[in-house]
Nanobody, 114 residues
């Protein structure tokens, strides 16, 4: 079992920045990759960014150049640095641990509004 705890969501103005954190506990040895997903009202959950075991990041086209994913294996933590945020970034953001089975956090709300 893996438990994921997200934090860092909140209200931010357009053009601002926010940093999301996700801390994993439990059977962390089984995790081979981690990622951030988001789900806006009325829309399907979508991949925002993922980072492989070797540190290789992948980003959705909509966030390339604005968001940065990183991982601290010493703290079992995953981060998402969100810069130049836009109203369309508003969503619940979820942390995902790629394992067998996969695990999800409870989500953290990000609202971009003036």
């Amino acid at each position: 079992q893996v438990h994921l705890e997200e934090s860092g969501g909140g209200l931010v103005q357009p053009g601002g920045s926010l940093r999301l954190s996700c801390v994993a506990s439990g059977s962390v040895w089984s995790i081979y990759a981690m990622g951030w997903y988001r789900q806006a009202p009325g829309k399907e959950r979508e991949l925002v960014a993922a980072i492989m075991g070797d540190g290789t990041p992948n980003y959705a086209d909509s966030v390339k150049g604005r968001f940065s994913i990183s991982r601290d294996n010493t703290r079992n933590a995953l981060y998402l640095q969100m810069d130049s945020v836009k109203p369309e970034d508003t969503a619940v953001y979820y942390c995902k641990a790629y394992s067998d089975p996969d695990y999800w956090g409870q989500g953290t709300q990000v609202t971009v509004s003036s």
